[in-house]
């Protein structure tokens, strides 16, 4: 399966004023990494003048983890582990799908490398696929994925 820009979104000038997070509440399968971002307080961050890359997991990408993950991450006392796995799926830069699938690895703003891999016309990022591609925002731009990247220590 080849990814696809998401229809109403790439190339639409009303969403390329809105930043990352923005775009994110949008597109009404990011409820849970938008809640994550809010409660791990990098919701300014990713509103900020960027460029970011964002590999953005959809509630169905979180819905795989183990029952409870989710709430357990979400606690104010696991702030840390949770900034930790956001910034695993943030690049700095504008990374578009056709140079993204030209690369080998993408480093990350938590400090870790992401594999990427194209086969097929479709990029991978670790053991996620690349469902929606080239999101655009006014700071960046989002690849929706259908798994959620932990990063080495979680």
């Known amino acids: 399966m080849a990814f696809v820009a998401v229809p109403a979104m790439a190339g639409d000038k009303h969403h390329q004023k809105k ?9 009404g399968q ?6 994550a971002i809010q409660a791990a307080e990098l919701d300014e961050t990713l509103r900020g003048s960027g460029p970011y890359t964002v ?9 795989k983890l ?4 989710v709430d357990d991450l979400l606690k104010p006392e696991n702030r ?11 690049v700095a830069g504008k990374v578009m ?3 993204a699938m030209t690369m ?4 990350t703003l938590h400090g870790t490398s992401l594999p990427l891999s194209a086969r097929g016309g479709t990029l991978y990022v670790a053991d996620a696929t690349v469902t929606g591609a080239d999101v655009y925002s ?3 731009v989002i690849h929706v994925v259908d798994t959620v990247l932990m990063p080495p220590e979680i």
């Open 80 to 90: 840390d582990k949770l900034r930790a796995l956001l910034l695993h799926h943030v």
């Open 138 to 140: 006014s700071n960046g």
């Open 104 to 107: 080998d690895s993408a480093n």
């Open 19 to 27: 930043d990352i997070v923005s775009t994110a509440m949008s597109t």
């Open 97 to 99: 799908s056709a140079q």
């Open 30 to 35: 990011h409820a849970t990494l938008v809640a």
């Open 55 to 63: 590999f953005a997991p959809t509630d169905a990408a979180f819905e």
């Open 66 to 69: 183990p029952p409870g993950a």
